[in-house]
């Protein structure tokens, strides 16, 4: 089955910097890699998605990077604010018709310091 | 649309009793999923559904654990009996046609 790997699993940003955080994982079949943002006591919420036939993508402050060679994805976050303090989640599983099994990694908690 | 509707939010019962978790998907959406948030092992797959059939509960870990989805608009799970290594934070998730999964907010289920 897969296996993602998420890190850090903490880290610590001045507001106004930039946060990285990067995940690998196992199955070359995996071909969807959603990020999900957890506030304290809140249910998961997706922030962005890739699929694997795009290496990029961005949403405002937001974007992901897919490395589908080396099986890696990672989470940017620019001018970081004291609102993204939270826990970020990376998936990767399988898109299309019949697809349905995601894996998470362990999270990565986001503190930004005001 | 109010969302992934979970109740109780919180459930608080001694080893030994019964715990019954409900949820309301969006409606629409014809898959859901029931997950397992601890600290130690993250959020885990328990149970798969799609057009209220269950596909996959290869992640229901023992014979405690059980699932129903009745109609699409109500699923839920069951422990019985409760041990104090279930204790964690149970997320229901539904999907419509596509990837996306949206989260309820969860049920906190301490077992004493």
């Known amino acids: 089955g897969e296996n993602v790997e998420q890190h850090p699993s903490t880290l610590s940003v001045q507001e106004g910097d930039s946060a990285v955080i990067k995940c690998t994982y196992s199955?070359?079949?995996?071909?969807?890699f959603p990020w999900y943002k957890q506030e304290l006591g809140k249910r998961p919420q997706l922030i962005i998605d890739i699929r694997s036939n795009v290496g990029e993508k961005k949403d405002q402050r937001i974007a992901v990077t897919l490395n589908k060679t080396a099986k890696h994805f990672s989470l940017h976050i620019t001018e970081t604010q004291p609102e993204d303090s939270a826990v970020y989640f990376c998936?990767?599983?399988?898109?299309?018709?019949?697809?349905?099994?995601?894996?998470f990694g362990k999270g990565t908690k986001l503190s930004v310091i005001p | 649309d109010a969302g992934v509707i979970q109740s109780p939010r919180h459930e608080v019962t001694e080893m030994g009793q019964e715990v019954t978790l409900r949820c309301k998907p969006i409606?629409?959406?014809?898959?859901l999923f029931w997950y397992r948030q601890t600290m130690m092992r993250g959020l885990e797959l328990l149970i798969y559904f799609n057009n209220n059939v269950p596909i996959d509960d290869s992640g229901m870990p023992e014979d405690r654990f059980s699932a129903k989805m009745p109609n699409a608009s109500f699923s839920t799970l069951k422990i019985q009996p409760s041990e104090p290594r279930d204790s964690a934070v149970y997320f229901c998730a539904s999907r419509p046609q596509g990837d996306t999964q949206y989260f309820g907010p969860g049920t906190r289920l301490t077992v004493l």
């Open positions: 409606s629409g959406h014809n898959s």
């Open positions: 998936a990767a599983g399988p898109s299309g018709a019949g697809s349905y099994q995601l894996t």
């Open positions: 199955d070359s079949a995996s071909n969807y």
